[in-house]
């Protein structure tokens, strides 16, 4: 008997190890499927700045805050208007007033449910969209009930599609503490704010409690990669997943590239020239449409941009835009015509210096670019700007500046050219004719005749009046040229092809992320 037990405990002792080793692989196996967790790394060119609804973030900044932060009312991949935060409205006086109803059962991330107030307070005096004007004709943002928000303006306006752009998103006002210092990030969208390492890198959590469809990923982590060139770098080692903003140079190279995926659309971004049209030489029309006959923007984008974009021709619409006029008559290059149009008025080389003039003042000028994401390509587009004029005769001194010094020159008058992108063109509503408008701090152009036009297009909500009236302003800035169109961006993201499900959309600042996983193989 003494054996057989001996037997009974070596089999019990057996089974206890191979049921250890059991438990213990099923254990190993279980951290490995835990390890191959979706977690997206994304490449951005700058930090997040700033987090609270007063000031929107500088530069690729804005692509996080689309994760955390949500609007009443967004745009599909396409741009179409679709429900957001708020699931309808509607306006009962041709939109002098708009009336919001709240989505149910949408909660903030720190658990306190979206409410009417939650909206007021996201509109107040110290919020963005109050204090850079983009909505100067909100008078007031009222409460009716804990699920409707009245908007009354001072004129009538499409108002939802200004309620699109996330740089004035619904912020939880428990964001704020009670002394009304900013705390934390809390918004409703479908990732969370987990932590930020100035400089470095954001890392945001998905949204278990998120109203629409739950993220597939875990978490998204922003890496900080400031050079363009080396966050293509990043890529291409599976240091990053995915890079936003890439260089024109490295696209062909990249489309080539096994394992990696470019994806391409057409925004709503157009780079231009704003001309100082109250002082300086471009105070002449003449001159500004010699320098769009000359300026040749399909060689631009072929040679300059790497084939990356649309020539624009002037026009300062992107296909891709409501309203948009197929029938524009577009500049063509021709440096003759040019040249004609300048000697008829007035100009020629007296000195022979190369350089025109004019009654004693020479056809030189400045052309500014400012520093920052655009930077690189700016600076090549201006220098070859500046090759095409002096074929005319104009001489261009290019000065690339920091911001605070180019609103300085602006505010003095003193500048003839900028470089610009965007201004008001989130989205697909043509906004972007606000710029030119004389009471625009950004305008440089003074016509009684456009302001009154722009304003009329801006104050319908009639569709068929609106595209007539915007179709009229496309024709009066290919005319009057407050400013030259240059090139209709291309936006630009590369993934490595183990990152699955994304759609690139024409927006910015939006990040789409919805329906994007990892698949690696194990």
Wanted: with cysteine.
């Amino acid at each position: 008997m003494a054996t057989n037990n001996k037997r009974i405990n070596l089999t019990a002792l057996i089974t206890c190890v191979l049921i250890a080793a059991f438990l213990l692989m099923s254990g190993c196996v279980g951290s490995k499927e835990e390890a191959t967790t979706n977690e997206l790394t994304v490449g951005i060119s700058t930090d997040v700045n700033n987090w609270y609804l007063s000031q929107f973030p500088d530069g690729d900044g804005r692509f996080v805050w689309s994760q955390i932060y949500e609007t009443l009312v967004r745009l599909d991949t396409d741009l179409n208007i679709e429900p957001g935060l708020a699931e309808s409205w509607e306006t009962p006086d041709e939109g002098k007033t708009w009336l919001f109803h709240l989505r149910e059962n949408v909660y903030f991330h720190d658990g306190n449910p979206l409410t009417a107030d939650a909206v007021v307070f996201s509109y107040s005096d110290d919020s963005y969209v109050k204090k850079m004007g983009a909505l100067r004709a909100l008078t007031s943002v009222e409460a009716v009930d804990d699920s409707t928000v009245k908007f009354v303006l001072a004129k009538p306006m499409s108002l939802p599609f200004y309620l699109t752009h996330v740089a004035w998103p619904i912020m939880s006002p428990t964001c704020l503490d009670a002394e009304g210092n900013f705390i934390s990030p809390i918004g409703t969208g479908p990732f969370k704010f987990e932590n930020q390492v100035t400089d470095q890198e954001i890392v945001l959590v998905r949204n278990d409690d998120y109203w629409g469809e739950r993220s597939a990923l875990d978490s998204v982590t922003f890496k900080v990669i400031p050079e363009a060139t080396t966050r293509v770098m990043a890529l291409e080692t599976g240091e990053i997943d995915m890079a936003i903003k890439l260089p024109e140079y490295d696209v062909s190279r990249l489309e080539e590239e096994d394992g990696i995926e470019v994806y391409r659309t057409l925004t709503t971004f157009t780079d231009f020239l704003q001309f100082n049209c109250n002082n300086g030489v471009f105070a002449d029309k003449e001159v500004r449409k010699a320098l769009a006959y000359t300026i040749d923007t399909e060689e631009m984008v072929d040679t300059v941009l790497e084939g990356i974009g649309m020539a624009a021709q002037g026009r300062a619409f992107t296909p891709t835009m409501m309203y948009s006029n197929p029938d524009l008559e577009l500049y063509e290059p021709d440096v003759e015509k040019a040249k004609e149009i300048l000697a008829d008025d007035g100009w020629s080389d007296s000195d022979n210096d190369g350089i025109l003039d004019k009654d004693g003042e020479s056809l030189s000028v400045s052309l500014i670019v400012g520093k920052g994401v655009w930077a690189s390509r700016h600076t090549a587009m201006a220098e070859a700007i500046q090759g095409s004029l002096q074929e005319i005769g104009m001489d261009v001194d290019i000065q690339v500046l920091e911001s605070a010094a180019i609103t300085s020159l602006e505010n003095d008058g003193d500048f003839d050219m900028l470089l610009r992108t965007g201004y008001f063109v989130w989205g697909p509503y043509p906004r972007h004719f606000l710029v030119h408008q004389s009471t625009s701090p950004y305008s440089h152009y003074n016509n009684s005749e456009y302001d009154v036009l722009a304003n009329a297009a801006d104050s319908t909500v009639d569709a068929d009046k609106q595209q007539e009236l915007y179709y009229d302003l496309q024709e009066m800035v290919i005319e009057e040229l407050p400013a030259f169109y240059l090139v209709h961006e291309e936006k630009i993201v590369a993934a490595n092809s183990y990152v699955k499900g994304y759609e690139i959309t024409a927006e910015d600042p939006w990040l789409n992320l919805n329906g994007v996983y990892i698949e690696k193989e194990q």
